[in-house]
T-cell receptor, first 116, second 112 residues
């Protein structure tokens, strides 16, 4: 089966500019996650979708980050305006269901953001 | 608070030597436990998982992990390391809700 697709793989922007990342999960996976991975740290959950509804966005900096999952398939994560501390790899993951015992996360290759 | 701790930031081993990467968790009840590997420029790939049952679980690429409830640990092992195992390894846990907590990772270097 095809994996989780993400684009772009790399993006360099100036602070205060905007950026958008796209994710296409594995076909049939209802749950989609966006993680932020800062260099030297483990992934941190930003937002989780179940189909096209938000399950958890408690760690999403909502003043600058937004995400949507239209039609319960693809998802877009946007940052506007970007700050230096947003430099990180943004990982998208998907799973078949939202219950941990029944599934595992499958990750995309990530989108590396550098903010200058 | 729930947490996952990987005490070793970096580990260096010689090719052919054995490997053990440590992971400790702090949860109210036994969580579901995972080990993922991340090669440079790549996403995370699942190595193995523990849900219940046999405390020694086998994974891909010759890795295994042992769950020890008394020590709140889930250490990853490999009897003989290959140069291609050089990567970053993450331990993760979830309590059965959707929220996964990842450790900070252990970077493995393999000497030829």
């Amino acid at each position: 089966e095809a994996g989780v697709a993400q684009s772009p793989r790399y993006k360099i922007i100036e602070k205060r500019q905007s950026v958008a990342f796209w994710c296409n999960p594995i076909s049939g996976h209802a749950t989609l996650y966006w993680y932020q991975q800062i260099l030297g740290q483990g992934p941190k959950l930003l937002i989780q979708f179940q189909n096209n509804g938000v399950v958890d966005d408690s760690q999403l900096p909502k003043d600058r980050f937004s995400a949507e999952r239209l039609k319960g398939v693809d998802s877009t994560l946007k940052i506007q305006p970007a700050k230096l501390e947003d430099s990180a790899v943004y990982l998208c993951a998907s799973s078949f269901t939202g219950t941990a015992g029944a599934n595992v996360l499958t990750f995309g290759a990530g989108s590396r953001l550098t903010v200058l | 608070a729930q947490s996952v701790t990987q005490p070793d930031i970096h580990i260096t081993v010689s090719e052919g030597a054995s490997l053990e990467l440590r992971c400790n968790y702090s949860y109210g009840a036994t969580p579901y436990l995972f080990w993922y590997v991340q090669s440079p420029g790549q996403g995370l790939q699942l190595l193995l998982k523990y849900f219940s049952g046999d405390t020694l679980v086998q994974g891909i690429k010759g890795f295994e992990a042992e769950f020890k409830r008394s020590q709140s640990s889930f250490n990853l092992r490999k009897p003989s390391v290959h140069w291609s195992d050089a990567a970053e390894y993450f331990c993760a846990a979830t309590s059965g809700t959707y929220k996964y907590i990842f450790g900070t990772g252990t970077r493995l270097k393999v000497l030829a």
